[in-house]
């Protein structure tokens, strides 16, 4: 069975930094891309970053550029995503989601985690 | 960036009815990279459809989904009690978008 797990999340405040993690199981993690996807208290999903496979290939939305870091310890079969410079508006459940690849290519996001609650707030 | 326009924003419906979901984009948007989830309260989102017609694993054939272009439509044949929920279309051009979501409630 599938599952991802998230965890790392609190309060913290405004300026402060936060690592968020992943742990993975039930598929090959080492083959699989990764992403990170938000949600705003009663508001509409966002897409913060992703990570290739093997890890050389990063992507964020640029809400989040130059402040937040994705990476992955395949060894581990976990994702992270430390988060720095911390603002009001990154208050959100962070999800963690296995990306679905269809003929090489990302399609979709198929495994979604529980998510874990940041609150940026002093 | 493309946009993602989602309406309505609430459809009240009663079990057994049909619901027709649309997902309009600022721009054409290839249909691979289209994708439905559904969400419910406190729940992580699920994937109903990925290349804007193509249901994911164990997902119910009342489900389907159609279109191209600009305008993609998420079809629910016969509400069940479990399908009312937010409705999220999602689609990639370089980087990945939400709509903001289409409530299905019970009437």
């Known amino acids: 069975e599938v599952q991802v797990v998230e965890s790392g999340g609190g309060l913290v405040q405004p300026g402060g930094s936060l690592r968020l993690s992943c742990e993975a199981s039930g598929f090959t993690f080492s083959s699989n891309a990764m992403s990170w996807v938000r949600q705003a208290p009663g508001k509409g999903l966002e897409w913060v970053s992703a990570i290739s496979s093997s890890g050389d290939h990063t992507y964020y939305a640029d809400s989040v550029k130059g402040r937040f870091t994705i990476s992955r310890d395949n060894s581990q079969n976990t994702l992270y995503l430390q988060m720095n410079s911390l603002r009001a508006e990154d208050t959100a459940v962070y999800y963690c989601?296995?990306?679905?690849?269809?003929?090489?290519?990302?399609?979709?996001?198929?495994?979604w985690g529980q998510g874990t609650l940041v609150t940026v707030s002093s | 960036e493309i946009v993602l326009t989602q309406s309505p924003g609430t459809l009240s419906l009663s079990p057994g009815e049909r619901a027709t979901l649309s997902c309009r984009a600022s721009?054409?948007?290839?249909?691979?990279?289209l994708a439905w989830y559904q969400q419910k309260p406190g729940q992580a989102p699920r994937l109903l459809i990925y290349g804007a017609s193509t249901r994911a694993t164990g997902i119910p054939d009342r489900f389907s989904g159609s279109g191209s272009g600009t305008d993609f439509t998420l079809t629910i044949s016969r509400l069940e009690p479990e399908d009312f929920a937010v409705y999220y279309c999602?689609?990639?051009?370089?980087?990945?978008?939400f709509g903001q979501g289409t409530k299905v409630e019970i009437k």
């Open positions: 989601a296995k990306e679905l690849r269809i003929a090489g290519t990302t399609v979709a996001f198929d495994y």
């Open positions: 721009q054409s948007v290839s249909s691979t990279y």
């Open positions: 999602q689609q990639y051009d370089g980087s990945w978008t």
